[in-house]
């Protein structure tokens, strides 16, 4: 049922079948990445947010790669076997389309930058004027290698002509086609069966249907894109690295404007699915990676990575840690050069210093290894001080074993625990201790050789070498 309030349904056509040949690469150009994702899925990002009826993917080049990288957004896939132009690309959307009437709105899988909002005001402008299709247009300083849209002196839309079948004249037009589009879908699929391929490339062309439209008296417009850059299309490397830096910069911004304080933006990397807190304060050279989220009043030290790892409030990370699926309570400090592994928690307050790793393991609250500390496996109770040296000894070579260390324990420097194995409660552990039975609660662990003191020993023998 439709009215004038309720907009026609909506599905997305994306093309990328193609293989990227100016990547200069043995991978799809969509699958390289930007800000940690395929091309591919930033476009698949903006288009979910349509509510699109459909989603529809051309590809062909490692159609199997692609579908799996994006396999999330749940799109259904449609194969190109060869790719003959991008006419006959949307043409190979229509079997997966077959009965939709609404409207078609077509991206490309290489154009990562374009937003939601954008795609919204090319449907709203399309559905307004009730036109058979509007095109996304952008002006260039340099258009070389887009279509061109061909005007008349009133400044009605004609057509588009390709770089490569343009005169000198239609190559000076700074008005280019950005590859965006949303049709009728009853216009598209009828049309792309008439669309030709006499042209410099000997291709079916997509933008040929704009003459179309234009002859037949269908209706035919251009919509302006906001941005210049959210309609750049990625063909080389050097473009890649240019996407790449505008998206980090929009991420940034979008951060800063919210109450986070990076200290040099250009040289700060986060993914777009952190979430940071307010006050946050990121050095140069941090990099957020997947699902990380820091809490209100934290601090990242330079050059350290988070992964997919929940830090409180008033966390202070130090310089060059790694910090991956794990989760780090309030208060709590980490490095210089600290590596939290995978299923790592660490409890409110605890400190884990210079040059520790710490895997699979709960630091209870309060407790520090502040110094040269493996700690795998293992539960740590509260306030337990972890001397410098110490190795939880978790690997015989076959299975890995679990050490806990209850409440209030103090372990010497140097002390080896081998797991599986547990100190009681208030226990102490001397220095240089390799612990291999249980300890009792508030007991004293020591497994070294009494030492032995010979007077005079070595100036004797300084004596008898000199
Ligand atoms: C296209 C437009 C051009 C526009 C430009 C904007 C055509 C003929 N030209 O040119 O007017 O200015 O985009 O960036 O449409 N693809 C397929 N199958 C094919 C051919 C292409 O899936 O057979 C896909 C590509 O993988 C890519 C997208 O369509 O994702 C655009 O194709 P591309 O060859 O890059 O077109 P352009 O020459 O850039
Ligand atoms: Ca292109």
């Known amino acids: 049922m439709s009215s004038a309030s309720h907009s026609a349904e909506v599905a997305v056509v994306i093309l990328a079948?193609?293989?990227?040949?100016?990547m200069k690469s043995s991978m799809a150009k969509v699958l390289h990445p930007i800000v940690g994702k395929p091309?591919?899925?930033?476009?698949?990002?903006?288009?979910?947010?349509?509510?699109a009826q459909k989603t529809v993917l051309v590809l062909g080049h490692q159609a199997d790669r692609v579908a799996e990288a994006v396999k999330e957004f749940g799109a259904e896939v449609a194969i190109q076997a060869q790719q003959l132009g991008t006419g006959h690309?949307?043409?190979?959307?229509?079997?997966?389309l077959e009965g939709f009437t609404g409207d078609v709105v077509i991206l490309s899988g290489d154009v990562p930058l374009i937003r939601k909002k954008t795609i919204v005001h090319l449907v709203a402008h399309h559905e307004k004027t009730g036109n058979a299709l509007t095109m996304m247009t952008a002006m260039l300083d340099d258009a070389t290698g887009y279509g061109r849209v061909?005007?008349?002196a009133a400044g009605r839309l004609l057509r588009v002509v390709e770089h490569k079948d343009a005169t000198e004249e239609e190559r000076a037009i700074r008005e280019i086609n950005t590859g965006i589009y949303c049709f009728k879908a009853s216009f598209l699929f009828s049309h792309l069966k008439t669309l030709g391929n006499t042209n410099a490339q000997g291709e079916y062309y997509l933008p040929d249907l704009i003459a179309m439209a234009v002859e037949k008296g269908l209706g035919a417009d251009t919509v302006a894109a906001d941005e210049v850059e959210e309609v750049m299309g990625i063909n080389n490397r050097v473009e890649l690295a240019e996407a790449e830096r505008l998206m980090r910069r929009r991420i940034n911004e979008y951060w800063m404007r919210e109450g986070v304080t990076f200290v040099a933006p250009e040289v700060t990397y986060v993914e777009d699915e952190v979430t940071l807190g307010k006050d946050v304060v990121l050095s140069p050279g941090c990099v957020l990676q997947g699902k990380t989220v820091v809490g209100d009043g934290s601090v990242i030290g330079p050059y350290s990575r988070v992964i997919d790892t929940r830090l409180g409030n008033n966390v202070e990370v130090l310089d060059g840690c790694v910090i991956e699926e794990s989760e780090i309570e309030d208060g709590c400090h980490v490095g210089p050069f600290a590596h939290i592994r995978p299923a790592t928690i660490l409890r409110k307050n605890a400190r884990i210093g210079n040059f520790v790793?710490?895997?699979?393991s709960e630091i209870g609250e309060?407790?520090?290894a502040n110094?040269?500390?493996y700690i795998g496996d293992a539960v740590l109770g509260k306030k337990v001080n972890i001397g410098a040296g110490t190795i939880t000894c978790n690997y015989d070579g076959v299975h890995k074993h679990k050490t806990v260390i209850e409440d209030d324990v103090f372990v010497g420097s140097d002390t080896q625990l081998v797991a599986p194995v547990t100190v009681g409660r208030g226990a102490l552990i001397a220095a240089g201790t390799t612990v291999t039975k249980d300890v009792p609660a508030d007991s004293l662990a020591v497994s070294r050789t009494r030492q032995e003191n010979k007077d005079g020993w070595a100036a004797r023998k300084r004596k008898k070498h000199a």
């Open 357 to 360: 790793e710490v895997k699979k």
């Open 371 to 373: 110094h040269l500390t």
């Open 89 to 96: 690309a949307v043409m190979q959307a229509e079997k997966a």
């Open 39 to 51: 091309l591919i899925a930033h476009v698949l990002k903006a288009a979910a947010g349509l509510n």
């Open 150 to 152: 061909v005007k008349d």
């Open 366 to 368: 309060g407790s520090k």
């Open 17 to 22: 079948a193609g293989l990227g040949t100016r």
